[in-house]
């Protein structure tokens, strides 16, 4: 999280935009995550073989297979909570109705990529982070 808001809230002081510095931030937090989530789900899936022979296997290219797709969706993702939270925090100022938009727009992002029930917590919990880190902390 700390590369996701670090540079969201830079780009927003330089330069506005919710909508592509959300894009951007999502963006740059997948590209260090990506390879370490490829090593990690490939070890789930091998039956606890050894973290080293995993990584003795793999190559580079194998790592990084799949990322341009991931980063698109990443973008649109980010671009998409990150405008909708900066819309709904200047029209709603109130704490307790921000926290509510936060929790119900997760649930519905969610929802809309697929992602199961089990990780709207996550996301939901994710958009409170940003709340408490922007006008709390």
């Known amino acids: 999280?700390?590369?996701y808001?670090?540079?969201?809230?830079?780009?927003?002081?330089?330069y506005n935009n919710p909508l592509i510095n959300g894009g951007i931030a999502?963006?740059?937090?997948?590209?260090?995550?990506?390879?370490?989530?490829?090593?990690?789900?490939?070890?789930?899936?091998?039956?606890?073989?050894?973290?080293?022979?995993?990584?003795?296997?793999?190559?580079?290219k194998s790592l990084v297979s799949g990322m341009n797709i991931m980063l698109?969706?990443?973008?649109?993702?980010?671009?998409?909570?990150?405008?909708?939270?900066?819309?709904?925090?200047?029209?709603?100022?109130?704490?307790?109705?921000n926290i509510a938009f936060v929790f119900l727009g997760s649930a519905i992002g969610c929802r809309l990529n697929g992602i199961g029930l089990r990780e709207i917590g996550y996301y939901s919990f994710h958009g409170f982070i940003y709340y408490f880190y922007k006008y709390i902390y």
């Open 72 to 97: 698109l969706r990443a973008f649109c993702v980010s671009a998409g909570i990150f405008y909708t939270f900066e819309i709904t925090t200047a029209r709603f100022p109130d704490f307790f109705i």
């Open 5 to 14: 808001f670090a540079s969201y809230k830079f780009l927003q002081e330089k």
């Open 1 to 3: 999280f700390s590369i």
């Open 26 to 60: 999502g963006t740059l937090s997948w590209i260090y995550s990506y390879p370490i989530d490829v090593v990690k789900t490939k070890y789930k899936l091998s039956n606890n073989k050894s973290l080293l022979k995993i990584l003795k296997k793999e190559t580079y």
